[in-house]
């Protein structure tokens, strides 16, 4: 929150400052009935303008105690409500550092690729298929479907490699990270 990337009108500053600045001394927001680390919120210049402010969960136990995730062990899950929705289970957590949860679910000629990105990264995994053997040969491979799960310390650092490799390309490929 220190820098912002983009340049933002002084409009749309003056609307978001409060947000941050409560955001930054460790506040969290209505959204809902629920309190969250983000917030929304459009430019007052003909709405041209909406952002969506969030803060990045540290990897540190300090911030992950903040309470904006919970996690079912029964579904390896993470979600921002007090029952989990897949099972309806009530007696879900705050997560801890290596509980594994679930990152995302692939097709299995991507698996390979995000397996390899997990492994350059060193972040430990482990993944279930979806169709049991002899379903998938009906079927064919392609059709077979792999989900990962990372440890709750790794999660934001996954998701993030998910985000980055899957990500629908928006731009022509005329910028080229510096980084790495
Ligand atoms: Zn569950």
């Keep these: 929150m220190e820098d912002l990337c983009p340049p933002l009108c002084h409009e749309l500053w003056n609307v978001i400052y409060p947000y941050v600045f409560a955001l930054q001394n460790g506040g969290n927001l209505d959204c809902g009935n629920i309190k969250v680390k983000s ?3 459009v430019c007052p210049d003909g709405a041209r303008v909406s952002i969506h402010g969030e803060v990045i969960e540290s990897e540190t136990s300090d911030s992950m105690s903040g309470g904006k995730a919970m996690y079912c062990e029964n579904c390896c899950i993470l979600f921002a409500e007090n029952r989990c929705p897949v099972c309806g289970n009530k ?3 705050i997560p801890e550092p290596d509980d594994y949860c679930f990152l995302t679910e692939k097709e299995m000629i991507w698996a390979g690729m995000l397996e390899d990105v997990l492994k350059q990264n060193g972040i430990p995994f482990f993944t279930k298929q979806m169709l049991g053997a002899g379903l998938a040969l009906k079927i064919g491979p392609m059709s077979e479907r792999c989900r990962f799960y990372v440890p709750y310390s790794h999660f934001q650092e996954a998701d993030e490699l998910v985000e980055a ?5 928006q731009e022509e490929g005329k910028e080229t990270d510096p980084e790495e």
Excluded at 165 to 169: D, E, G, H, M, T
């Design 91 to 93: 007696k879900v957590r």
């Design 39 to 41: 917030f929304d919120a």
């Design 165 to 169: 490799l899957f990500a629908p390309v």
